[in-house]
């Protein structure tokens, strides 16, 4: 089994930041993606940003410019560093790994519980 911890949420005021990590650890051989998705109350869960193992990276409109993306594979852990927060970016951010629990097989998603992150104005 997988899990994947997030921290680093909590309320900040708008043009501030913060800075959230997620780690994952159980039963993993590798992990290829690690991202970020993020859902507002009433909304569809949305993408933030993703990096590859290699380090490409993916972001959504709304967070380029305002948002890196990192990650360190030896400790199996992605960070999101936001700033220039608005009271828009106001939901709960969930991280995801795509991870390979075996030399052989496939990969399958993973989810952390999330971690609110609210933006004031």
């Known amino acids: 089994q997988v899990q994947l911890v997030e921290s680093g949420g909590g309320l900040v005021q708008a043009g501030g930041s913060l800075r959230l990590s997620c780690v994952a650890s159980?039963?993993?051989?590798?992990?290829?993606?690690m991202g970020w998705y993020r859902q507002a109350p009433g909304k569809q869960r949305e993408l933030v940003a993703t990096?590859?193992?290699?380090?490409?990276?993916n972001f959504a409109d709304s967070g380029k410019g305002r948002f890196t993306i990192s990650r360190d594979n030896a400790k199996r852990t992605v960070f999101l560093q936001m700033n220039s927060l608005k009271p828009e970016d106001t939901a709960v951010y969930y991280c995801?790994?795509?991870?390979?629990?075996?030399?052989?097989?496939?990969?399958?998603?993973?989810w952390g519980q999330g971690t609110q992150v609210t933006v004031s104005s």
């Open positions: 995801n790994a795509n991870v390979r629990p075996a030399i052989v097989g496939g990969s399958k998603d993973y």
């Open positions: 159980g039963s993993i051989f590798s992990i290829n993606v």
């Open positions: 990096i590859t193992s290699g380090g490409r990276t």
